[in-house]
């Protein structure tokens, strides 16, 4: 009896070893209600957000009954991912929501912006995020969840017409586009990235070729210098027909540093480490104690 209760406290230590050397460093972002999640969402046509907890993330720029929030619905590395769905709002404006790390997020008139850079766009390097579009989705079937980095074009942060971002889209770098099952995208010097916003107007073309949407990475470094990052974002709609889909670990590096963030729910059916901990500390101590009432 106490060998196989020892035994027990080993499987136990195994799958904890286990468990932390696959979690890599994502780092978790919970969602703001217990299992299973959060669910925003705005009827009216003016872009509405709200934080995340303190993480820095934000459902943001929600409007024409767009949704979006951490829970349950699509799990990915664990119990959650970011959920998003759209259809079409109030006169017939298609619906958009986004999730976005903010640098020092503020909120006016019930939507969020950054008011702190997070570096030099020179620093950045790369970035990377998992998707998922669900097969009920009826909008163009290249449309799934968008990845930006947000800049200020002049890095003079007291200026704002220069705001703006850059865009991935897999449509743009070629690809397919499955659906019911989780994709993987990396921008890396060389991939395509379009624009809005950064006081050049939508989808400028910023170097030699006649198309507007073929300006990699490296090239859009060249021609913002000064450039700094004020946050990333994921999102749909704005143009879109009905979509429902997520996104997870959205990852990126600045300065070498890489941090992925993980859209994960408290209280749901996938134990956490801790819990795990608490249980085999229990095991070794109800071993412990077999051992010294033997
Ligand atoms: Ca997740
Ligand atoms: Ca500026
Ligand atoms: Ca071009």
Redesign the pocket.
């Known amino acids: 009896m106490r060998k196989n209760l020892q035994l027990g406290v080993v499987a136990v230590g195994a799958v904890l070893g286990m468990s932390v050397a696959g979690s890599v460093s994502a780092a978790p972002v919970y969602a703001n209600n217990a299992s299973p999640g959060d669910t925003y969402t705005n009827a009216s046509t003016t872009n509405q957000g709200q934080a995340v907890g303190a993480s820095g993330w934000y459902y943001n720029n929600v409007r024409n009954n767009g949704s979006v929030g951490i829970n349950t619905s699509n799990p990915r590395s664990g119990n959650g991912s970011a959920a998003m769905s759209g259809t079409v709002g109030p006169g017939g404006n298609s619906s958009k929501a986004d999730i976005e790390y903010l640098s020092g997020g503020v909120a006016s008139g019930g939507n969020y912006f950054a008011s702190t850079s997070m570096g030099s766009f020179s620093s950045f390097s790369g970035m990377s995020y998992d998707w998922y579009r669900d097969s009920t989705s009826t909008a163009n079937a290249n449309q799934v969840p968008a990845l930006r980095i947000l800049l ?12 703006g971002g850059l865009v991935f889209e897999r449509v743009y770098n070629g690809g397919t586009f499955p659906t019911d099952s989780w994709q993987s995208d990396t921008v890396t010097s060389s991939t395509y990235l379009w624009n809005f916003g950064l006081g050049i107007g939508s989808a400028a073309n910023i170097n030699s070729t006649p198309y507007a949407y073929d300006a990699t990475l490296a090239e859009w470094q060249a021609y913002a210098p000064n450039a700094v990052i004020l946050g990333f974002s994921a999102g749909i709609g704005s143009g879109w027909g009905p979509f429902s889909g997520a996104v997870d670990n959205i990852s990126w590096t600045i300065d070498g540093q890489t941090t992925t963030s993980n859209f994960e729910v408290q209280g749901g059916a996938v134990p956490e480490p801790a819990t795990l901990l608490l249980v085999g500390l229990s095991l070794a101590g109800l071993a412990v104690s077999r051992r010294l009432h033997a």
């Open positions: 200020d074009l002049d890095g003079n942060l007291s200026t704002t017409g220069d705001r």
